[in-house]
């Protein structure tokens, strides 16, 4: 089975997170790069699925040169290859944009299977695996908390608030796993040694055949019109309890009148 | 006046509070007309028409509820090109999320997820990373579709006419591409939605075990809040996953927000920064949760919890 998981570097939530005053985007050079965490689970799935079929798994990124970086870690997991979409022209791309350089990506690469985590951790609007389906009129497998694959046929849960859904489908499709689906595996040196030597190629717009006025932040169909810090919180109350503490909380809570 | 669709969020005609919010921002922004898909709209019709849908859209066709999401991209993307709305409000859930993103593509247009507020011209506020900005954006091409995070809004009643119109969509081959088979309910009980509460007491590492939630869920019960918890809480399995409140869980942001045995990391605050009140209960002074708490007690959860369940209800009698 053909695999191609879908990566993307975020910045780190510990390292502080800014907005670029001039053009509103995120300012990615500003902060660490990292992986999305719920993407190494995305590609713990990926890497047991083709252990299981003998098939390959084929990293996908859209980010800038920084990327890469990114794209290191998941070949020294155990992916085969990658393909990094990299092009100016795709900075400050929405997630309706996003998902057409994605699909576009895939198209190329040809695929039976696409892997993505559930949402990523900057800008969290889980929306890029459903829109992926969309575009590529394919089945969506999302919120997956387990996936089985029996030769064509393809069943996962879906995570819902009530429980789960089991859904079925057949191949080609598009899955998007939680973070509970697995536990991801640490590179291991030589994983991390191989890495090195594994192929990267890498698709400018051009490549994808799509039109530069469509991309970035001049074709984003969203835009940010104006942003602030957040006013800080007032500083409240801390008392140490001295064998009333549940007390004083409900006295606190009449004086809001949420009590 | 232009027409607001508003994609009703209900389990079998039970309209969640959600909906009730979306319509009363979708009067600011012109006249809703509540879209409602699935079975069981006569116990929804009511409540719709009081909280000011002028029109509703009923899609009641079985088929509908058979497959993962795009059955209801289909009915919307059917009513945006025939009906020429203002705009699209749609909750922030999991599944309204996806819908939005999808329609989004079907019809040309630009998304916005995880308002907290939506203003006249359908500009947007949202609040990234963790709560600590606040961003104004709007839709700049086609038809704005926005979902709005529960809480944002107090539902307000304002009769309307809820003039029902029947819906019918052909769904297409890759609409029916995945087909759910089964549905696993797990036990609820009565606790109200975690994202949709207005008050949520949430647990963490400091309440020492899986049984001890009992605690929490004890206080819970005596406000009628719901429960939550932090990651090293679900991650030691004292708690399901979908409770878990952060950056990798569930955003709330209620009127309420009580964390016991929660020390504050970053991922943690990510999901609960926007609540209205916050207090916190834990044995270390130096917990960064603190920082942000409206009321704090520094003292041992399970002396303190048990207590305040006790004063509550005696208050409550
Ligand atoms: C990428 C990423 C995503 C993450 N996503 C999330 C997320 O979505 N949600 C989330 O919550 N975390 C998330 N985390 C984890 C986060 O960093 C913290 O590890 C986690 O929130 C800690 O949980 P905690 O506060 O319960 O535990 P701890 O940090 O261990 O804190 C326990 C607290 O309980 C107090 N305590 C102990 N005993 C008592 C007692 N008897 N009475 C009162 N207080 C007591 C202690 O003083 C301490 O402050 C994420 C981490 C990463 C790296």
């Known amino acids: ?259 | 006046m232009s027409e607001i669709l508003v994609l009703v969020d209900h389990a079998d005609g039970a309209v969640k509070k959600v909906t009730l919010e979306l319509l009363t921002l979708a009067r600011r922004l012109g006249e809703p007309a509540a879209v409602f898909v699935g079975q069981g709209y006569d116990n929804a019709k009511s409540i719709l028409a009081e909280y000011g849908a002028a029109k509703v859209y009923v899609a009641a066709d079985a088929e509908l509820a058979e497959y993962v999401v795009a059955p209801k991209v289909a009915v919307l993307a059917s009513l945006v090109q025939d009906r020429q709305p203002g705009g699209v409000l749609l909750p922030s859930s999991a599944d309204g999320k996806e819908i939005a993103g999808r329609l989004a593509v079907r019809v040309g247009a630009g998304v916005i997820t995880d308002a907290v507020d939506v203003r006249d011209g359908f500009v947007c506020e949202q609040s990234v990373f963790g709560g600590g900005t606040i961003v104004q954006s709007r839709v700049r091409s086609g038809v704005p579709i926005v979902t709005v995070r529960p809480n944002s809004a107090a539902p307000e009643a304002a009769p309307a006419d809820a003039a029902e119109e029947q819906v019918s969509v052909t769904l297409s081959d890759a609409d029916k591409a995945a087909r759910i088979t089964d549905r696993v309910e797990v036990e609820k009980g009565e606790r109200p939605d975690l994202a949709e509460a207005s008050i949520v007491v949430s647990g963490g590492r400091g309440v020492g075990s899986g049984e001890n939630f009992a605690v929490i869920e004890a206080l819970a019960d005596a406000l009628g809040a719901a429960v939550g918890a932090s990651r090293a809480a679900t991650d030691a399995g004292w708690y399901p996953h979908q409770y878990q409140v952060g950056q990798t869980g569930k955003t709330v942001s209620p009127q309420l927000y009580l964390a016991a045995g929660i020390s504050g990391a970053i991922q943690h605050r990510a999901g609960m920064q926007t609540s209205k009140t916050i207090v916190v209960v834990n044995k270390d002074a130096e917990a960064p949760l603190f920082e942000i708490a409206d009321f704090g007690v520094v003292g041992d959860l399970h002396q303190v919890v048990p207590q305040l369940t006790e004063e509550v209800k005696k208050r409550k009698a």
């Open chain 1, 1 to 259: 089975m053909n695999i191609v998981v879908c990566v993307k570097q975020v910045p780190d939530t510990y390292s502080e997170r800014r907005l670029d005053p001039g053009d509103k985007t995120l300012d990615r050079a500003s902060a660490d790069g990292v992986i999305n965490e719920l993407d190494e689970y995305a590609i713990e799935e990926s890497l047991k699925l083709a252990e299981a079929t003998g098939g390959t798994v084929t990293v996908l990124t859209m980010g800038p040169e920084k990327a890469t970086e990114s794209i290191r870690k998941a070949l020294s997991m155990g992916a085969d290859k990658a393909v990094h979409v990299l092009d100016d022209s795709l900075h400050g791309a929405d997630a309706v944009q996003t998902s057409a350089a994605l699909a576009a990506a895939l198209d190329k690469v040809g695929f039976d299977l696409v892997v993505l985590g559930s949402e990523s951790t900057d800008a969290r609007m889980s929306v890029v695996p459903a829109m992926l389906a969309e575009r590529l009129g394919l089945p969506q497998l999302t919120y997956a908390s387990k996936v089985e694959v029996d030769g064509s046929a393809i069943t996962v849960q879906r995570q819902a608030e009530y429980g789960y859904d089991k859904v079925e489908a057949t191949l080609p499709a598009v899955v998007s796993v939680v973070e509970k689906i697995n536990e991801p595996r640490y590179p291991s040196f030589k994983g991390i040694m191989a890495a090195k030597k594994k192929e990267v190629a890498n698709f400018g717009v051009g490549d994808l055949g799509l039109a530069e006025a469509d991309l970035g932040l001049a074709g984003a169909a969203t835009e940010v019109v104006e942003f602030t810090p957040a006013p800080p919180r007032e500083k409240g109350v801390v008392v140490t309890d001295e064998g009333d503490g549940g007390v004083k909380i409900a006295d606190y809570l009449a004086s809001q009148k949420i009590l």
